[in-house]
Every structure is written in structure tokens, then in C-alpha cells.
């Protein structure tokens, strides 16, 4: 191993192009493993498979307690009518974070996990304390009007509960999955799923009871009140929860991104983002409560513009990330893990498409997985390499960057060809970065 700055390198013995799988020179001997050492057992509540089952049960639970709580304000076909509404601005949400994520994809077990816990845990805290508050308004403050204690409701208690609820996922995957957050678009993207899943299952209970009251009061034209509450929540505003949380979800991503000895920030930005994220809801619930000029001004003024600034910020930092990757990536190509046309082709979500097009091309689905799981951890390496180069190494850096380098080396074979033909097509080799010492770049198979 080299230690270069803030970072460690593994350098091969061997580096040529597709010469035999590096080693690490200075590695020390595995120690011998003692013989009637009986291996550590992990404490019950540590194992993997126990926190997976805790964690899957509480939101078992949750989603059938809110399946029946919004099956008792809504009835049968109410909540049938608004699920199948709900759902409809889901997939494009999704869609639109999936591909913010597109550089450096998050495992589908986080998201899935976020969507859950906004749909069921948060929603069900919601519920359940908005409830109480909604009561204990009503009897316990000597409010003037109703209209003053939907004010309260809506614009004081509401926003707290809920941002509160949602960001408690964001907390516990940046306590006990540290390694996710490499930056400002992991919180954002884990928050957006969030509050798109939570806004699923308040869509729900508010078209729900919009069909009820149709069915009940008999409202004129088909379906009124179903109309009028589907265009104010899924069509006029449907990145309203995503957009809340998504100002805790940055506050952490900001948080993962300091320096260990910057223990003040790492505690200041997710608590900013969170008061952040109520005082949108807060302005957002406040105005709906008000007259209609002032739902449209609070529409127009701020929710657009700070909707507009934050699509522009995600967008930034996905292209932060690839930058990332073209800066960092080079090393590796001047220890001879890579050629230089990689760091290329990795740094250009179009390069990649287009080297996992020619692998299948060339050598069926096989090769088009190896070059998607060659680039995922590429560019696990070089946010892993970043991290340590701006001062906040992880602690396992050196074991982490060898596992990644080692895994890569086993799809270099189809891998590395795809990505040099990619490169050279999208891109004029001149710019190319060609450090001094790296082995010359050999033309792919079949050029």
C-alpha cells in the first residue's frame, strides 16, 4: 500500500493491462487462525437477521394499523377510490428520484425501507397525534373561532408531528448506515421517498373521505368533491411532502459531509433542514387555511421558486458526483488498476449506457451486468477515495478500497474493453488525463 495525501492506494505488482489480478506488496502474512478458538457469537439484538425482522414487523404493524385507520374513515370503496388516485403521481415521483440517483444508486432494501416508513410509521404518528392535538385544541385552548383552531391544527402542530415522524427514517439510516450518506443527493433522494410515500397515504384518507361525502351529500356534478381534492393535492401540488422532508434530507447529506472534528455542524444542519422543512409545511398549511389570494401567493412565490431551487441544487450534485469521479479515478489508473479511457467513460452517464449496450452487444446480459456492477463500485471507490482526501476518511478505508478494487478486477475482462470502446466513441482522446507511469492504453477487443 502507498499513501498518497489523505488516501491510500493499492498498487498491483502487475500492472499491465489484463495481466494476472494485483496483490498488495506490502500486505502483511494472515495470521493463523487458532484451533479451539470457538468463533465470537454476536449478541442477540446485533445479528443482521434480527434487526431485518424488528425492523420489517414494527412496519407490518404500522401498515395494518393505518390500512384499518383509513378503512374506518373511509369505508371500503372510498379507500379503493382513493388509493387507485393516490397512486397515480407515485411512479413519476419515484422516477424522478431514481434518476437524481442514477450515479451512484442506493441498494433498493434503503428505499424500499424509506417508502414504507413514510406510507406506514410516519403516517400512523401523524394520525395518531394529530388526533390527540385536534382534541385537546378543541377543549383545552379558548380558541375564537373553529376557523383559529384549523389554524392551530394545520399550521403549528401538523407541520412538527409530521416532518418530525418522516425524518425520524433519515436519522436512523445516517446513525446505523452511515456509509450510504456520500453526499447531499443521498439525503435528498432518501427524503423524497419519504414524503412521497407519506403524501401515498394521505392522499388516501383525503380522496377517501371526498368519495364518502359525494356518496352522502350528494354533491353536484359526478364526483365534485373527488375532483376538486384530486386536483389541489395530486395534481396542483404533488411534490408538496417530498419537498418538505427533502430540506431535512439535505441537512443530513450536508451533515455526511464534514470533517470528524466539525461535530457542531454534523448537528447543526439536520436540526436547520428539519426546522427548515416545518416552516415550509408550516407557510404551505397555514395559507390553505386563508383565503385563496393567499394560497396562490404562498403557491407562487415561495413553494414554486424554492421546488425550482431545489430540482437545480439535486441536479448540481449529481454532477458533483461525476466530477468526483473524473478527478479521483485517475489515481487508480496511474497504480494500474484502470486505463485512462475508464475514468473517461465512468465520469459520463452516457458513456456508461453505451458501454453496457456494446458488452450485451458483444457478449450477451452477462457482460451488461458486469460492466453495471463494474461501475458501481468504480464509483463507490472514488466517493470512497473523496471522503478521505477532504478529511473525513472512513474507518475501515484501506479494507473497503481493497474489497472494491478486488471486486472490480474479477469484471475487468468484460468490463474494461466496453468502457474503452464507449470512451473512445463519445469522447475525442486528446483531454484525456495520462498519468505518469500508467500503462498505455490498449485498443478494446475487436478494434
Not at 465470537?40 to 394499523?65: N, S
Amino acid at each position: 500500500m502507498q499513501y498518497e495525501g489523505a488516501q491510500l492506494i493499492a498498487r498491483p505488482r502487475e500492472p499491465e493491462e489484463f495481466g494476472p489480478r494485483p496483490v498488495y506488496a506490502d500486505a502483511p502474512p494472515k495470521p493463523p487462525e487458532p484451533v479451539a478458538a470457538a468463533p465470537a457469537r454476536k449478541r442477540f439484538w446485533r445479528r443482521r437477521g434480527v434487526r431485518i425482522g424488528a425492523v420489517a414487523t414494527v412496519l407490518t404493524l404500522a401498515g395494518l394499523a393505518i390500512l384499518g385507520l383509513v378503512w374506518s374513515e373511509t369505508g371500503t370503496h372510498g379507500m379503493l377510490v382513493g388509493g387507485g388516485l393516490a397512486l397515480l403521481p407515485v411512479p413519476l415521483l419515484i422516477a424522478g428520484f431514481l434518476w437524481l440517483d442514477r450515479v451512484a444508486p442506493g441498494p433498493w432494501r434503503y428505499r424500499i425501507f424509506a417508502f414504507a416508513w413514510g406510507a406506514f410509521a410516519a403516517t400512523l404518528v401523524a394520525m395518531l397525534a394529530n388526533t390527540f392535538a385536534a382534541r385537546w385544541i378543541a377543549t383545552g385552548l379558548p380558541t375564537a373561532s373553529s376557523r383559529e383552531a384549523d389554524l392551530w391544527g394545520m399550521a403549528v402542530v401538523a407541520p412538527v408531528v409530521e416532518e418530525a415522524a418522516k425524518a425520524a427514517a433519515i436519522l436512523l439510516l445516517f446513525l446505523f448506515r452511515r456509509h450510504y450518506f456520500a453526499g447531499l443527493v443521498d439525503g435528498l433522494v432518501l427524503a423524497g421517498i419519504i414524503g412521497t410515500g407519506f403524501a401515498f397515504t394521505e392522499n388516501i384518507l383525503y380522496l377517501g373521505r371526498a368519495y364518502e361525502e359525494n356518496q352522502t351529500f350528494g354533491d353536484s356534478g359526478p364526483l365534485a368533491t373527488v375532483t376538486v381534492t384530486f386536483v389541489a393535492r395530486v395534481v396542483f401540488s404533488p411534490f408538496a411532502h417530498p419537498l418538505f422532508t427533502a430540506m431535512a434530507g439535505i441537512g443530513f447529506g450536508l451533515a455526511a459531509m464534514t470533517v470528524a472534528r466539525q461535530r457542531v455542524r454534523r448537528v447543526l444542519f439536520p436540526v436547520a433542514g428539519l426546522l427548515l422543512a416545518m416552516a415550509l409545511h408550516s407557510l404551505w398549511n397555514g395559507s390553505a387555511v386563508m383565503n385563496g389570494f393567499v394560497f396562490l401567493g404562498a403557491y407562487a412565490f415561495v413553494m414554486a421558486p424554492v421546488f425550482g431551487l431545489l430540482v437545480w441544487l439535486a441536479v448540481w450534485s449529481r454532477g458533483g458526483k461525476l466530477r468526483t469521479i473524473r478527478d479521483q479515478l485517475p489515481a487508480y489508473a496511474h497504480a494500474g488498476w484502470l486505463v485512462p479511457a475508464e475514468p473517461v467513460a465512468l465520469a459520463s452517464l452516457r458513456t456508461r449506457k453505451l458501454a453496457r449496450t456494446l458488452a450485451r452487444h458483444a457478449h450477451g446480459d452477462e457482460a451488461r451486468r458486469a460492466v453495471a456492477d463494474y461501475t458501481r463500485s468504480a464509483t463507490t471507490l472514488a466517493l470512497l477515495r473523496a471522503q478521505a482526501t477532504q478529511g473525513r476518511p472512513a474507518k475501515d478505508y484501506a479494507a473497503r478500497e481493497q474489497a472494491l478494487l478486488a471486486h472490480m478486477w474479477q469484471n475487468k475482462a468484460l468490463a474494461q474493453p466496453a468502457l474503452t470502446r464507449a470512451a473512445y466513441t463519445t469522447t475525442p482522446p486528446s483531454p484525456w488525463p495520462l498519468p505518469q507511469g500508467a500503462p498505455h492504453l490498449a485498443k478494446a477487443p475487436g478494434t
